[in-house]
T-cell receptor, first 113, second 109 residues
Framework: DVKVTQSSRYLVKRTGEKVFLECVQD?????MFWYRQDPGLGLRLIYF???????EKGDIPEGYSVSREKKERFSLILESASTNQTSMYLC????????????FGPGTRLTVL | RKEVEQDPGPFNVPEGATVAFNCTYS??????FFWYRQDCRKEPKLLMS???SGNEDGRFTAQLNRASQYISLLIRDSKLSDSATYLC??????????FGTGTSLTVIP
């Protein structure tokens, strides 16, 4: 069974803080993704990585950066958290190829005060 | 125009009913299609992939209509445990996936 884990289920931070969200998958998947999910907007792609040290911007990368130093780990960094980054953050992984599903982690609900 | 559009509902149906959801997509070159289920405060989980010929898994049937650019999900004999949000997902190729905003289903005893 594929397992995707995220470092925290709930996180509360203050405006201006640097925030690290960690994601780890145990199935040797090349592709990893970071999404945020907001009511009425669905899931929106922030960044994805197609292999170690490889990354590409998604639809809403502003205010975020990512790091993928090891295949199993994909980190999302909020350089200076703002209140509009309060959201549910979901990590996913999959094998390459269009027909392969994504497996999601349990999500991190981040609140920025 | 949004890449993927779904009717948000909510759909409130009695147990045993049949319910159908549709999802339209804008990119005619889209290659793969999925239905995910998401329970409240949980992550999305794959319900089924959608194949060109249509496919069935127990009480669930998924269909793809490329000419009209929509996919559908039919749930027969609804159970209380089917209550969830159903997300339509379209992959136009490569690593980009587009998610609908979800359709909320509540099955009522």
């Amino acid at each position: 069974d594929v397992k995707v884990t995220q470092s925290s289920r709930y996180l509360v931070k203050r405006t201006g803080e640097k925030v690290f969200l960690e994601c780890v998958q145990d199935m040797d998947h090349e592709n990893m993704f970071w999404y945020r999910q907001d009511p009425g907007l669905g899931l929106r792609l922030i960044y994805f990585s197609y292999d170690v040290k490889m990354k590409e911007k998604g639809d809403i990368p502003e205010g975020y950066s990512v790091s993928r130093e090891k295949k199993e780990r994909f980190s999302l960094i909020l350089e200076s958290a703002s209140t509009n980054q309060t959201s549910m953050y979901l990590c996913a992984s999959r094998l390459p190829s269009s027909y392969n599903e994504q497996f999601f982690g349990p999500g991190t609900r981040l609140t920025v005060l | 125009r949004k890449e993927v559009e779904q009717d948000p509902g909510p759909f409130n149906v009695p147990e045993g009913a049949t319910v159908a959801f549709n999802c339209t997509y804008s990119n005619s070159a889209s290659q793969s299609f999925f239905w995910y289920r998401q329970d409240c405060r949980k992550e999305p989980k794959l319900l089924m992939s959608v194949y060109s010929s249509g496919n069935e898994d127990g009480r669930f049937t998924a269909q793809l209509n490329r000419a009209s650019q929509y996919i559908s999900l039919l749930i027969r004999d609804s159970k209380l445990s089917d209550s969830a949000t159903y997300l339509c997902v379209v992959n136009p190729g490569g690593n980009q996936f587009y998610f609908g905003t979800g359709t909320s289903l509540t099955v009522i005893p």
